[in-house]
């Protein structure tokens, strides 16, 4: 059973930056996806960010494209999601999670999920 554990979140002003974790154990993960999902309050969780665990390939959503980074490191088995110029809208709980299909982006996809880390843009 893959267990996930995100990282990093917090109170941040606008235009700050900050590099979510989160840390893969349990199973064989390294066919994987990991998406990085977010929900803000009255509102859907949405895809955000996802990466091919073996060969690193990346894909964003448009919200947060040209200011983020999705990467991992294989030997610390931690993914990271780095978001650049945070908006008051990033405002949201973010999600990391693990599928076996190739880069899907919708949450019924990913069959494990880590509780999720908070974060807050102030204006």
């Known amino acids: 059973q893959v267990q996930l554990v995100e990282s990093g979140g917090g109170l941040v002003q606008a235009g700050a930056a900050l590099r979510l974790s989160c840390v893969v154990s349990?199973?064989?993960?390294?066919?994987?996806?990991l998406g990085w999902f977010r929900q803000a309050p009255g509102k859907v969780r949405e895809f955000v960010a996802a990466i091919s665990w073996t060969f690193g390939y990346s894909h964003y959503s448009d919200s947060v494209k040209g200011r983020s980074t999705i990467s991992r490191d294989n030997d610390k088995n931690t993914a990271y999601l780095q978001v650049h110029q945070l908006k008051p809208e990033d405002t949201a709980v973010y999600y990391c999670?693990?599928?076996?299909?190739?880069?899907?982006?919708?949450?019924?996809?990913?069959?494990?999920w880590g509780p999720g880390t908070q974060v807050t843009v102030s204006s």
């Open positions: 999670a693990a599928s076996r299909l190739v880069m899907p982006v919708d949450t019924w996809s990913y069959d494990n």
């Open positions: 349990g199973g064989n993960f390294s066919s994987y996806t």
